[in-house]
């Protein structure tokens, strides 16, 4: 029983792996590692470490929230000499300066999954998330009829990722002047926050007609706030995480819009071996988007 306690406390102060032992040494620090998403991503980095034979370790903060036990993550993997940073960013700002001591000792930073304004970068592997956004306004707009009210629930404020799917999803909605965008609140990319947030925001907009969350764990309390509200309103997440595409097949959630977790994870890793090698690699590798409904569900379940 002991053993079982202190192993928990270890994993609540920071996620880690480390695997193979090649000449070359990655280390890829993600937001977390406590939702299908991340633990995705780094399958695919694992896989991929695996099949070029080099050393990879994977790490996270506990939370999304916690941007300093990032930094503190990021800054102990400098100190231990890795090769090359594949960094998915708590907080752009919070981040640079960690990032900008990389480079001052010659090691290159990968972004993966979250883009900051940051030119130092080797490259941005993950989601065109502006063009993700999009498509959940697109779906949004057209299943509304261009009329309506609309709730965007957004993971933690500041985080590039969040804020690109909301301004995307935005600038598609304020096209149509019959559809109005009534609340905009942050809920941290938790589920229980969600709920909060969403039971909050229905209590004020009884005829709210369309909900789009940042994350699927978020949009799956959303659904869960609906139900029980016995709301009209449909839900829109972003992820395509099982559990969303099981609620999409019984009828509960909308859509969701389906990114690559798995070849954000890999292509990282692919694409940091090419700068460690000193190939040239694209600015932007794109993972690619595609919105899933009721009609294209089947096809993404496993």
């Given at each position: 029983?002991?053993?079982?306690?202190?192993?928990?406390?270890?994993?609540?102060?920071?996620?880690?792996?480390?695997?193979?032992?090649?000449?070359?040494?990655?280390?890829?620090?993600?937001?977390?590692?406590?939702?299908?998403?991340?633990?995705t991503v780094r399958q695919g980095a694992v896989d991929a470490a695996k099949e070029a034979g080099i050393s990879l370790s994977v790490m996270a903060p506990d939370r999304e929230l916690n941007v300093q036990q990032q930094v503190q993550i990021v800054e102990d993997q400098l100190i231990q000499g890795i090769d090359v940073l594949?960094?998915?960013?708590?907080?752009?700002?919070?981040?640079?300066?960690?990032?900008?001591?990389?480079?001052?000792?010659?090691?290159?930073?990968?972004?993966?999954?979250?883009?900051?304004?940051?030119?130092?970068?080797?490259?941005?592997?993950?989601?065109?998330?502006?063009?993700?956004?999009?498509?959940?306004?697109?779906?949004?707009?057209?299943?509304?009829?261009?009329?309506?009210?609309?709730?965007?629930?957004?993971?933690?404020?500041?985080?590039?990722?969040?804020?690109?799917?909301?301004?995307?999803?935005?600038?598609?909605?304020?096209?149509?002047?019959?559809?109005?965008?009534?609340?905009?609140?942050?809920?941290?990319?938790?589920?229980?926050?969600?709920?909060?947030?969403?039971?909050?925001?229905?209590?004020?907009?009884?005829?709210?007609?369309?909900?789009?969350?940042?994350?699927?764990?978020?949009?799956?309390?959303?659904?869960?706030?609906?139900?029980?509200?016995?709301?009209?309103?449909?839900?829109?997440?972003?992820?395509?995480?099982?559990?969303?595409?099981?609620?999409?097949?019984?009828?509960?959630?909308?859509?969701?819009?389906?990114?690559?977790?798995?070849?954000?994870?890999?292509?990282?890793?692919?694409?940091?071996?090419?700068?460690?090698?000193?190939?040239?690699?694209?600015?932007?590798?794109?993972?690619?988007?595609?919105?899933?409904?009721?009609?294209?569900?089947?096809?993404?379940?496993?």
């Amino acid at each position: 029983m002991r053993k079982s306690v202190v192993a928990l406390v270890a994993v609540a102060f920071f996620a880690c792996s480390s695997l193979f032992a090649g000449e070359m040494k990655v280390a890829m620090v993600l937001k977390a590692l406590d939702a299908e998403f991340w633990l995705t991503v780094r399958q695919g980095a694992v896989d991929a470490a695996k099949e070029a034979g080099i050393s990879l370790s994977v790490m996270a903060p506990d939370r999304e929230l916690n941007v300093q036990q990032q930094v503190q993550i990021v800054e102990d993997q400098l100190i231990q000499g890795i090769d090359v940073l594949c960094l998915a960013p708590c907080g752009s700002q919070e981040l640079m300066p960690v990032m900008d001591r990389a480079n001052e000792m010659g090691i290159p930073v990968i972004l993966v999954d979250t883009d900051a304004p940051w030119p130092k970068k080797a490259a941005y592997v993950g989601t065109n998330n502006i063009i993700g956004g999009k498509l959940a306004g697109e779906y949004i707009a057209k299943r509304l009829g261009g009329k309506g009210k609309v709730a965007l629930v957004t993971g933690v404020m500041g985080h590039q990722t969040m804020m690109d799917r909301i301004n995307g999803c935005k600038e598609v909605l304020e096209k149509y002047p019959d559809i109005k965008i009534v609340a905009m609140q942050p809920a941290n990319s938790e589920r229980a926050l969600a709920m909060t947030v969403v039971e909050n925001i229905l209590s004020t907009h009884f005829d709210l007609g369309a909900i789009f969350c940042a994350n699927d764990p978020m949009a799956m309390a959303a659904v869960e706030a609906v139900i029980q509200d016995k709301s009209d309103a449909f839900v829109v997440g972003f992820n395509a995480d099982q559990d969303a595409l099981e609620s999409i097949a019984e009828g509960a959630l909308a859509a969701t819009v389906a990114q690559s977790s798995y070849n954000i994870g890999k292509r990282g890793i692919e694409t940091a071996i090419k700068v460690f090698n000193g190939e040239s690699v694209p600015a932007h590798v794109d993972t690619g988007t595609e919105l899933v409904s009721a009609e294209n569900v089947k096809e993404f379940m496993k």
